[in-house]
């Protein structure tokens, strides 16, 4: 009898055990992700839940600071110096607005043997909006101001600071865009297989900017500041020339 007792006890140890390293289903790692990545949050849940975590996370943070250089490098197009406290209030600004603003739904789980493709449907900032009245308005205090961009330090001070104060009152997108992230499995820990880094970019982009990849946010911004273009030449055609008379 006491040694059925104590081979029951055993068996239930191995049951709970073995239960215990399923680990979470694959949309609260999906929800983890994300709750990592973007909202900054879920830190000790992450670390305990994902492979590596501690160094995952740590490479997570790295998509703002490359998002940072990347930005910053982009308004730096005259090649004037970036003032690196700048860049560094304006980039944590937008990931301010993105974590207050910013939503997003799982729709559909794909799963396998070894792990899930998770569909987001992710309603991110508009940042090609900010940007265009961004531009809008450096036209117009250029036009008051013309000292400005003939200094290209001038100029790159003028975009920071409309820029920052567009970025706070930033709206989101109208409509969600899709992105889809594979995550594996293994020993009841979940993580991001090598072959995931561009779908981790995009699904970082998606939320900063609304747009499911950078060469589509990069096509949506020139569109956007060709019509600021346009406006500017069709505004000049409305202005009557001077009679020679």
Not at 220 to 242: F, G, R, T, Y
Request: proline share 2%; charged share 30%; hydrophobic share 35%.
């Amino acid at each position: 009898m006491k040694k059925l007792w104590i081979i029951s006890l055993v068996l239930a140890g191995i049951f709970l055990t073995s239960c215990g390293s399923k680990g979470i289903s694959a949309e609260d790692a999906g929800a983890l992700f994300v709750d990592r990545m973007i909202y900054q949050k879920e830190e000790s849940n992450f670390t305990k839940e994902f492979r590596d975590g501690e160094q995952v996370g740590k490479e997570l943070d790295d998509n703002s600071k490359t998002f940072e250089e990347n930005f910053a490098k982009g308004l730096s197009s005259t090649g004037a110096k970036v003032p690196e406290k700048q860049a560094d209030q304006l980039t944590n600004e937008l990931l301010k607005q993105t974590r207050e603003k910013a939503t997003y739904k799982i729709v559909q789980i794909d799963e396998t043997k070894t792990g899930a493709t998770i569909t987001y449907y992710v309603t991110g900032l508009d940042l090609v909006s900010a940007m265009q009245e961004m531009t809008r308005q450096l036209v117009k205090d250029t036009l008051a101001d013309p000292e400005i961009v003939k200094d290209e330090q001038k100029t790159l001070e003028a975009t920071f600071s409309i820029l920052e104060e567009r970025i706070k009152s930033i709206k989101i997108k109208t409509d969600p865009v899709e992105v889809k992230l594979r995550l594996e499995k293994e020993k009841g820990k979940w993580f991001v297989p090598n072959n995931q880094k561009t779908a981790v970019s995009n699904l970082f982009m998606a939320f900063v900017s609304g747009s499911k990849d950078i060469d589509t946010m990069n096509k949506e911004l020139q569109e956007a500041l060709n019509d600021v273009a346009k406006e500017i030449i069709d505004s000049m055609d409305m202005i009557p020339i001077p009679s020679n008379d």
